[in-house]
Nanobody, 116 residues
Framework: QVQLVESGGGLVQPGGSLRLSCAAS????????MGWYRQAPGKERELVAV???????NYVDSAKGRFTISRDNAKNTVNLQMNSLQPEDTAVYYC??????????WGQGTQVTVSS
């Protein structure tokens, strides 16, 4: 059974940084798409960043230049380095995985709060 476990959320001041990590288990995911979504209170879940099996990446416009997604296929992990965080980045962040067979999996979510 595929499981995604996130870590690294928390409270940070505006302008600060956080690094989110997600560990996948229950399979081999080197050919999968991995990424991060977020959902702020009262808003729809939105894609923040995605990384494909070959290493190419896409970001939501608000994350470009501030966030960096990376993956380690040997460890089945995906990370999101978030710099220059702003209050509007406050949300629950969810790890996401789409397997080569197009099955989707989600982590339980980790809270990121940006506040002074």
């Amino acid at each position: 059974q595929v499981q995604l476990v996130e870590s690294g959320g928390g409270l940070v001041q505006p302008g600060g940084s956080l690094r989110l990590s997600c560990a996948a288990s229950g399979g081999i995911f080197s050919r999968s798409v991995m990424g991060w979504y977020r959902q702020a209170p009262g808003k729809e879940r939105e894609l923040v960043a995605v990384i494909y099996s070959g290493g190419s990446t896409n970001y939501v416009d608000s994350a470009k230049g501030r966030f960096t997604i990376s993956r380690d296929n040997a460890k089945n992990t995906v990370n999101l380095q978030m710099n220059s965080l702003q209050p509007e980045d406050t949300a629950v962040y969810y790890c996401y995985l789409r397997t080569a067979a197009s099955f989707d999996y989600w982590g339980q979510g980790t809270q990121v709060t940006v506040s002074s």
